[in-house]
């Protein structure tokens, strides 16, 4: 397979290799109301679009009223080995078949292995900042650990047809809009994002977010982590 990484996706045009065969049209311009779902379809929706019991771990009250409305049948607020405890309490005391790792932390990374069960499945697909992984720890866990980009390729025309005939609403995870002509201080990368959210909203906001622990139902793509259940399935 070729496959080469494309940067600056944040201009105003960008050239995009093989365009032939990894982009996918929407059937018209889409109304201004799609816009944000068909955004989400490029990246958070394809990663997440799996899963019959999902379980959202988050301490924002926001993001738990947003990972119920998608689909998320169980809510975890404790961080660390409390966190894994109440999801293997929640499992029958063994653990999840499938864990996402969305964040990238040590502790997220952590909290993700202790909590699937033994031959279970964790996919990181957050990029990992800071982790470091106990070799001697992740052999006796019998965990399967992978990483890497999602094929959402592979999903996007289903995605589309999806949003398009508003089926699903995943657009609904992005909360805040931002001015791009704004304050130098609002758009600027290299400071903290929270400063940043303050500016734009007159108030703090927390990000939250950290495992999604997943327990298959014969894998069928029924629900998933970003968007509701489609109608017709």
Known sequence: MHRELVGG???????????????VATPDVPPDDLVPSFLSASDVLGTGWFAERIIAM???????????????TDLVTERGDEGVARVKELTGGLGAH???????????????IGS???????????????VALDGQELFYSHVHLHGGPAPVREYLPQLIDLIWNRHIDPGKVFDLQLPLDGPPLL??????????VQL??????????????????????????????PDQQ
Not at 187 to 196: A, G, K, S
């Open 187 to 196: 758009n600027d990368p290299r400071q903290p994002l929270d400063d940043r």
């Open 58 to 72: 988050s301490r924002h009250e926001q993001r738990q009223k947003l990972a119920l409305d998608f689909g998320a």
């Open 9 to 23: 996706a944040q201009a105003q045009y960008l050239r995009v290799p093989l365009a032939d065969g990894t982009l």
């Open 200 to 229: 734009g909203r007159g108030r703090e906001s927390a990000v939250g977010a950290a495992v999604i622990a997943a327990e298959p139902g014969h894998a069928e793509r029924v629900r998933d982590s970003t968007g509701s259940m």
């Open 116 to 130: 699937t069960r033994p031959g279970g499945y964790v996919g990181y697909v957050g990029v990992s900042h800071g």
């Open 98 to 112: 499938s864990v996402i790792e969305a964040v990238g932390t040590q502790q997220s990374m952590t909290q993700a």
